[in-house]
C-alpha cells in the first residue's frame, strides 16, 4: 500500500482551514462590490466587476488614513513595551531569586482572570487625572505589559539550560550584561511570538479606545469602522474596503513570524 504524500492530520485540517479563509475571501471580494451587488436579494458571492466605490468613499469621507497611522502608532509602541517590559520581568521570574517570588508571580498571573470590565473605570478614571483621556497615550498605556506575556517569557526562559548564563558569568559577564548578550538572542522566537500576539490585540482593540477616545481624528481603526454601523443604516461597501485595509497588515505579520510563532509553542510547554 502506497504512503500518502502529506500527512493523514491533513485530510482533516484543510477543511478546516478553508472554513476559516472563506469569510476572509468574502470579505474582500464584497469590497470589490458595487452598494447595489452588495444589497440584493438574494446575495451575490462573485461581483460582477471590480468595482472601488467603498475605497474611493472611504479615502474622501474619513480619516481613514489618520486612523492607519494611529493605530500602527499604537501598536507599535504596545510591541515595543511588551518586549521590554515582559521579557525583563519574565527573566526576573525565572532566574533571579528573591523573597515573595513565587507569591508575587501568582499574583501576577492571577490577574488574567480579572474581566477588563472592572477595570475600566478605575483606569479611566486614573488617566482623567493625569491628562492622557482623549489622547493616543490613553490606547497604548494599557497595553505597555502584560501577565500573558510575563507568563510566557518566564516559561520560555525556564526552558533554556541555565548552564549557559553560568558561563557567561564565568568569563565576567553581569546578570544584565548576561541577560542582552546571551539569554534575548536566544528568545528570539519568543519574542516574536510575543509581538504577534500583542500587535493582535492593540490593532483588534476596540472596547477600550471607544471609552477612552473622543476626537474621530485620534480614533483607531477598530473604532474608526465601527462609526461605519449605525442603528438604522450600514455603509457596507466602506465598512468592507476598511476592514481589508485593517486585517491585511496582521496576516503579513503572522506570515513574517510564522516560523517563530511554531518553534515557541514547541518550547514553552517543557518546563513549568
Given amino acids: 500500500m502506497r504512503?500518502?504524500?502529506?500527512?493523514?492530520w491533513h485530510l482533516l485540517l484543510m477543511p478546516l482551514a478553508l472554513l476559516f479563509v472563506l469569510?476572509?475571501?468574502?470579505?474582500?471580494?464584497?469590497?470589490f462590490m458595487s452598494a447595489g451587488e452588495i444589497?440584493?436579494?438574494?446575495?451575490r458571492f462573485i461581483p460582477s466587476g471590480i468595482h472601488l466605490d467603498g475605497y474611493r468613499a472611504l479615502l474622501s469621507e474619513s480619516h481613514i488614513v489618520r486612523w492607519f497611522f494611529n493605530t500602527v502608532l499604537v501598536s507599535g509602541v504596545s510591541v515595543i513595551g511588551h518586549l521590554v517590559l515582559c521579557s525583563t520581568a519574565g527573566y526576573g521570574f525565572a532566574r533571579l531569586r528573591f523573597v515573595g517570588r513565587g507569591v508575587a508571580f501568582v499574583a501576577v498571573v492571577a490577574t488574567v482572570m480579572i474581566p477588563i470590565q472592572l477595570l475600566m473605570i478605575p483606569t479611566y478614571l486614573m488617566f482623567a487625572k493625569i491628562g492622557i483621556v482623549d489622547t493616543l497615550a490613553a490606547a497604548f498605556v494599557p497595553w505597555l505589559a502584560s501577565a500573558f506575556g510575563i507568563f510566557l517569557m518566564r516559561q520560555f526562559f525556564l526552558s533554556l539550560p541555565v548552564e549557559l548564563e553560568e558561563a557567561a558569568r564565568l568569563d565576567g559577564c553581569g546578570p544584565?550584561?548576561?541577560f542582552v548578550r546571551i539569554v534575548l538572542p536566544l528568545a528570539r522566537p519568543a519574542l516574536a511570538t510575543l509581538a504577534v500576539f500583542t500587535l493582535l490585540s492593540s490593532w483588534n482593540d476596540l472596547l477600550w479606545p471607544l471609552v477612552a477616545i473622543n476626537d474621530d481624528t485620534r480614533f483607531t481603526l477598530q473604532v474608526g469602522l465601527a462609526s461605519?454601523?449605525?442603528?438604522?443604516r450600514t455603509e457596507w461597501s466602506q465598512l468592507m474596503?476598511?476592514?481589508?485595509?485593517a486585517t491585511m497588515p496582521l496576516i503579513l505579520a503572522f506570515l513574517v513570524a510564522q516560523r517563530r510563532f511554531v518553534a515557541t509553542m514547541r518550547f514553552t510547554g517543557l518546563k513549568g
Avoid: E, H, K, W
Avoid at 444589497?39 to 446575495?43: A, E, L, S, T
Avoid at 461605519?228 to 438604522?232: E, K, W, Y
Fill in 3 to 8: 504512503r500518502l504524500p502529506f500527512s493523514p
Fill in 23 to 31: 469569510p476572509l475571501v468574502q470579505m474582500v471580494l464584497t469590497s
Fill in 39 to 43: 444589497n440584493r436579494f438574494p446575495p
Fill in 176 to 178: 544584565f550584561g548576561t
Fill in 228 to 232: 461605519f454601523q449605525g442603528t438604522r
Fill in 241 to 245: 474596503a476598511g476592514n481589508v485595509i
